[in-house]
């Protein structure tokens, strides 16, 4: 079993981490019956956006497959687009001064529910833009999270274009967290001298002003005005990509039949592609007892029906992105409790092994990811435990006998030999 705890690291350096205040007995009681060490997910210097993260750490090299996150939300979000022609986009419902465009909260302070988005979304979808008899699809996928797809009726559309976000910066197709960003909605720019990547810009910008005009007078926003919340009233987008990866299925790869528990789009989008047999849970309440319930039941499921279940829980990474350490830590523990410890009551690790990491870091002091090493532990089968006590960056980093793993696309591989997995020699 693979477990990934979404966002679960804070930064080496840091003196006091979530995870070493975290109360989580069941956790580092794997840890110290297991191997422990670090990994950067997808390398040092990298600090990567959970997609990029994800298909790292489930073997398959970003550089090499990663064809921008948009796609990849679009199809865990069940939408379609014309691959080579239209462009998708991750994107997020924000809040704006409209007539400035300086931004005050890039995620609605949380507050927008799916619902509200959804009504949002339907306000945009099939938008007819002035340029290029240019197109707009918009679907609202959980809270203030979207996908967008931009089409024209007159020329294939570019992916060559620049983030309107401003907290993350395209290195190639891969979008890295900055570390500082000034808070404005950015002027989409095109990344290639191309006529089809201009006109695409051109459209990104008509989009985000015709956004605004509708949004900031759409009555779901009168109402939220009224009860004193935060209007979600620009969209920003990010990550343009205007075809799927081409992947190997898992099942290939590893010679072995994968199954996938995920909560967000990009997740499901991701194993999806990659043949995976996806089980369908809700999206996260507030009533995390009753989510890891649901969580551990499907979990259990499918470890009868596949030889490795990925579960993704996203829990830590969004209070490491508000800077709530107390939130952070209170997440590790609820993990911890109604999944971790009900996961090892219900199998036996000399049967079933685990493996458990993070697919970045997001550390609260920074409120972003960060390139810092993640934690992973091993336990199951005939592994020798090694002298790690408690699951926590410093540890791991300093005792763990895996050592430092340079790359995530590194860590199934490894685990999988050290299991008595070999991997099919093409």
Avoid at 21 to 43: E, M, Q
Avoid at 80 to 109: W, Y
Avoid at 183 to 205: D, F, G, H, I, M
């Amino acid at each position: 079993m693979y477990l990934i705890l979404d966002g679960m690291a804070d930064r080496l350096s840091d003196v006091k981490s979530s995870l070493s205040s975290a109360r989580k007995p069941f956790l580092d009681l794997l840890a110290r019956a297991g191997v422990c060490g670090t990994v950067y997910t997808v390398g040092e210097g990298i600090a990567p956006e959970s997609d990029a993260a994800v298909m790292s750490i489930l073997g398959y090299d970003p550089h090499k497959y990663y064809t921008g996150r948009g796609p990849v939300e679009a199809i865990g979000a069940g939408m379609s687009f014309l691959e080579g022609h239209e462009v998708a986009f991750r994107a997020n419902f924000a809040t704006v001064d409209p007539k400035t465009r300086r931004l005050i909260d890039r995620r609605v302070s949380r507050s927008l529910t799916t619902e509200e988005a959804c009504e949002l979304a339907k306000s945009l979808d099939g938008l007819q833009l002035s340029s290029h008899k240019g197109y707009v699809k918009v679907k609202a996928t959980i809270g203030h999270r979207a996908v967008v797809v931009l089409g024209s009726e007159d020329l294939a559309l570019s992916d060559e274009v620049d983030n309107t976000d401003p907290a993350y910066r395209r290195v190639g197709l891969i979008s890295v967290a900055e570390k500082a960003f000034s808070p404005y909605v950015k002027e989409s720019s095109p990344l290639s001298a191309s006529l089809n990547a201009q006109a695409t810009a051109e459209l990104v910008n008509e989009f985000t002003s015709r956004a605004i005009e509708i949004l900031d007078k759409h009555p779901v926003n009168v109402r939220r005005e009224k009860e004193g919340l935060l209007k979600a009233n620009v969209i920003l987008v990010r990550d343009a990509g205007s075809r799927l990866p081409k992947l190997t299925p898992i099942s290939q790869t590893f010679r072995a039949i994968f199954g996938s528990i995920t909560e967000m789009p990009v997740e499901n989008g991701i194993a999806r592609l990659l043949g995976m047999r996806a089980m369908e849970v809700p999206p996260p309440t507030q009533d995390k007892h009753s989510d890891y319930a649901l969580r551990l039941e499907a979990t259990l499921k499918l470890l009868n029906e596949v030889n490795v279940v990925y579960v993704h829980l996203k829990g830590p990474d969004e209070p490491g992105h508000d800077g709530d350490l107390q939130g952070k830590i209170r997440s590790i523990e609820e993990i911890d409790r109604y999944y971790v410890k009900e996961l090892l009551g219900s199998v036996d690790l000399s049967d079933v092994a685990l493996l458990v990491t993070a697919d970045h870091a997001t550390p609260p002091s920074v409120r972003a990811h960060t390139d810092d090493p993640v934690p992973i532990l091993l336990v199951g089968g005939d592994v020798t435990p090694d002298s790690v006590l408690r699951l926590s960056e410093r540890e791991c980093y300093e005792k763990g006998s895996l050592g430092v793993i340079k790359h995530g696309w590194d860590i199934l591989p490894r685990a999988l030999n050290m299991l008595g997995f070999q991997r099919p020699n093409t």
